[in-house]
């Protein structure tokens, strides 16, 4: 199979990734009947799967759950083209924001590849952990390998179908990154390979429960939604509409006070103006 093929079928790929189930698929290469992304928000992501670290530790996913939300991305390390666009388009964003790495959130990047080494992980974490050049980024952006009943029971959770194709030797998937609480569950998707910044960073804060964020953070989820249907943040009109009437009922009130208490201590309006003669 040719690369320019394989280009196709990348693109292919990537415009299912807002398909939640593969009866909406009819009408394509049989391949791709078998990609999709089928949403499992507030699902727990079992905490016991094993995977490997980048010196091939075992290490457990709920190793990395604790304070901080988790962006979760599923690659395999030697992709020719879709998996290092949905790594790019992370690391874009995550330098777009300032939140930081390792303060804020964690991130964890699981190859679907069973045959990805730690070498190979070990390899991708140092580039794109040196790019991202903010202190404590390869300690805190963890690149795993596993065996594929690992896989399997990670990709299932999520919801992450995608099929391999014995005679390119590739797999064809879909682009998507995930948010996840502290705790493990799923919060949040973002699909395709660019990642808007302003949706990006209020998924973090939502699925921090309010520990991180600033108070413009908080008062933006008041006006924006979530809909799992698009991957993105979409404004609420009735709740700007209730805001905005908040916001001039409390000018409102500011000045009626100010003018009633100018009033109080001046009973009979301000006093004169003495003007001396010359």
């Not at 952990?129 to 980024?137: E, K, L, V």
């Amino acid at each position: 199979m040719n690369p320019r093929f394989l280009a196709v079928l990348s693109i292919a790929a990537m415009a299912l990734q807002a398909l939640p189930a593969r009866g909406q698929q009819a009408g394509l290469p049989a391949i791709l009947r078998e990609v999709s992304i089928a949403q499992r928000l507030n699902e727990q992501i079992p905490p016991e799967i094993v995977f490997r670290d980048e010196d091939g530790m075992a290490v457990h996913l709920g190793d990395y759950f604790g304070k901080k939300p988790i962006v979760l991305s599923l690659v395999y390390f030697d992709c020719p083209a879709l998996c290092t666009e949905v790594l790019n388009g992370e690391l874009r964003t995550m330098k777009a924001v300032s939140l930081d790495l390792g303060k804020d959130f964690d991130v964890v990047t699981i190859s679907f590849e069973p045959k990805d080494s730690p070498a190979l992980a070990k390899a991708k974490r140092d580039v794109y952990a040196g790019q991202y050049g903010r202190p404590g980024a390869k300690e805190n952006w963890h690149f795993l390998t596993g065996e594929q009943p690992s896989i399997d029971a990670l990709t299932q959770a999520v919801g992450f179908h995608y099929a391999y194709d014995s005679a390119s030797r590739q797999y064809a998937h879909a682009a998507a990154i995930l948010v996840l609480t502290p705790r493990g569950r799923i919060a949040r998707y973002f699909y395709g390979v660019q990642y808007p910044a302003r949706d990006f960073r209020l998924g973090l804060v939502e699925a921090s429960e309010g520990k991180i964020g600033t108070p413009a953070d908080h008062a933006l989820l008041y006006c924006y939604q979530y809909d799992p249907m698009t991957g993105k943040y979409g404004l609420i009109v009735m709740n700007v509409v209730r805001l905005a009437g908040l916001l001039t009922v409390l000018v409102l009130g500011i000045f009626m006070f100010v003018m009633f208490r100018r009033e109080r201590n001046h009973p009979g309006g301000p006093p004169a103006v003495e003007v001396k003669a010359r």
